[in-house]
Every structure is written in C-alpha cells, then in structure tokens.
C-alpha cells in the first residue's frame, strides 16, 4: 500500500512538472514570435492593459480592495507583471497577453539566477509608506523622550530573538540622539506560545523593565488583567499589512522589516541611504 501510494505521489508530481514544463514552453515560444517580428519587437504596439482592467480581473478573483500600483511587461514577453495592495499587503502577479488566467511565482534569470519577481517585491516594500498619524501611540511603551522631534513606531513581539536584538540597538539610539524616541507596540505572533501572556505582563505593568528582563532571557512576573491593549494591536497590524515582527516605521512613514544596527537605524530616521 504504502509503496502503491508513492508511486501515485510521484506520477501526480510528474504530471504537475510535466504540466508546468508545457505552460512555459507555449509563454516562451509566444515571446519568441514576437521576437521574431510579431509587433514589430515592441509588443505595447498590439497589446495593453490598463490598472482598471487589472484591478477589474482583481474584483472578479474576489480581492476588492486590492490597489493596483503598477502594471509593466514582464522579464518575459507574453506576459505583463501587475503589482498590487491589499490591506497594507503588497506582491505581485502576472497576467498573460489572453486576460484569460493569472501566474503567481517567481521569474528567475537563468544566466544569472536573478530573482526578478524578489527584485520587483523589494522594490514595492521599499516605496511602501503608512499614514503615521493614524497609528494610536496611547497604550505604547515609550523608549526615550515622549516628546522627541522623531518618533519611531516598532511593533515586536517579546519571543522574537530579532527583536531581542533590535531592542538593544535602539537603547543605543535613545543614548545617542535625544530628538528620537520609539513607541513600542507589542504585537505577539501566533507562532509564539509564550507571547501573548509575556506582551499582556509588560503591557499591564507598562514596564520597559519587565521587557529587558524578557529579552535578556530573564523570568517575568505573569499578570492577568483586562487590557485590550494586545488585541488592539493585533488588529492594527492586520489592518496595515504588517505580518512580521520586528516592524520598524521610521517618521516619514517607511517601512523596515527586521533589525537593524544604532547606526543604521540612525541613517534611516534621519533620512539617509543606507
């Protein structure tokens, strides 16, 4: 049986590759007519797409809300990449000179093994920007001075090891520069067993204390209360597509994933390219 079950599982896997192999084949060799002089080589003459097309070809896969950015040839003719928001989410899709379906995965460069669909989502998360005034900073832990010039926004949760190590970075900021100040939300991720309960202790004794003693792999007092506070946070993240933890959101409304040295958090929120 098990071997009967295998086999099936491998000719299904042949099938698929078999499949997928055809699909490219039909895309490349369409690019190579057009290659060869379909067009002219310029295939914007015979062929278009408009953002309302896309956002309507969106609506009918039922994702309503979601934003189209941009709309551009892809790496490979025959296809157009389509770049879109939703909820604060942004990634990118392609869709083919037909209309008629849509290609998600990657475009990868052979001669150079380029990850041209990484390359064009690095750019969206890149330009990506949040209206800091609508983030609530009531209920926040404040790491410096509440009433610093530049705030800075981090939403981290207390059982990521990132943000353990981000935490320490930004003390060295707040040391440093006393125009900036970060507005801690605690935000714990569903993959953490423990981070509810830890972000629930230090929101309900609001202590930046309690928080080091975490991060420094410290025992914490665990306190039960009703603060909403959590839950508030949970549901602000969703609705600004933030999915990961640490989240930096610098004061001109950028958006950074992952930790970051004193020195490179201090070249972002002063506005210099790293």
């Known amino acids: 049986m098990i071997l009967e079950k295998s086999s099936h599982k491998r000719t299904i896997s042949k099938v698929f590759v078999i499949s997928m192999f055809i699909f490219i084949f039909?895309?490349?060799s369409s690019a190579g007519a057009f290659d060869q002089g379909g067009c002219n080589g310029d295939c914007n003459?015979?062929?278009?797409?408009?953002?309302?097309?896309?956002?309507?070809?969106?609506?009918?896969?039922?994702?309503?809300?979601?934003?189209v950015l941009d709309v551009r040839m892809s790496p490979i003719k025959g296809l157009w990449e389509v770049s879109i928001d939703s909820q604060g989410k942004r990634g990118v899709f392609y869709v083919p000179f037909s209309k008629r379906y849509i290609v998600?995965?990657?475009?990868?460069?052979?001669?150079?093994?380029?990850d041209k669909t990484g390359e064009q989502y690095k750019k969206l998360q890149e330009n990506r920007r949040i209206n800091v005034s609508k983030i609530p900073l009531t209920g926040a832990l404040i790491l410096g001075?509440?009433?610093?010039?530049?705030?800075?926004?981090?939403?981290?949760?207390?059982?990521?090891?990132?943000?353990?190590?981000?935490?320490?970075?930004?003390?060295?900021?707040v040391a440093q520069r006393k125009d900036i100040a970060f507005f801690i939300k605690l935000y714990p991720l569903?993959?953490?067993?423990?981070?509810?309960?830890?972000?629930?202790?230090i929101i309900c004794n609001n202590s930046l204390q309690i928080m080091?003693?975490?991060?420094?792999?410290?025992?914490?007092?665990?306190?039960?209360?009703?603060?909403k506070e959590i839950d508030n946070n949970v549901k602000l993240a969703e609705k600004l597509g933030i999915t990961g933890t640490p989240t930096i959101i610098l004061p001109n409304g950028k958006v950074h994933s992952g930790a970051l040295s004193a020195d490179q958090l201090i070249s972002l929120i002063d506005g210099k390219k790293q």
């Open 190 to 201: 569903k993959m953490h067993p423990d981070a509810n309960w830890k972000s629930m202790s």
């Open 212 to 227: 080091d003693d975490n991060f420094a792999k410290k025992p914490i007092p665990r306190t039960d209360c009703k603060s």
């Open 104 to 114: 998600q995965g990657q475009i990868v460069e052979v001669a150079t093994g380029a």
């Open 26 to 28: 039909l895309i490349v």
């Open 45 to 67: 003459k015979c062929h278009s797409i408009t953002k309302e097309e896309a956002g309507e070809i969106m609506r009918k896969l039922k994702v309503p809300d979601a934003k």
């Open 145 to 173: 001075d509440s009433k610093a010039k530049k705030r800075v926004v981090i939403f981290t949760d207390p059982e990521c090891p990132f943000c353990a190590r981000l935490h320490e970075e930004i003390k060295k900021v």
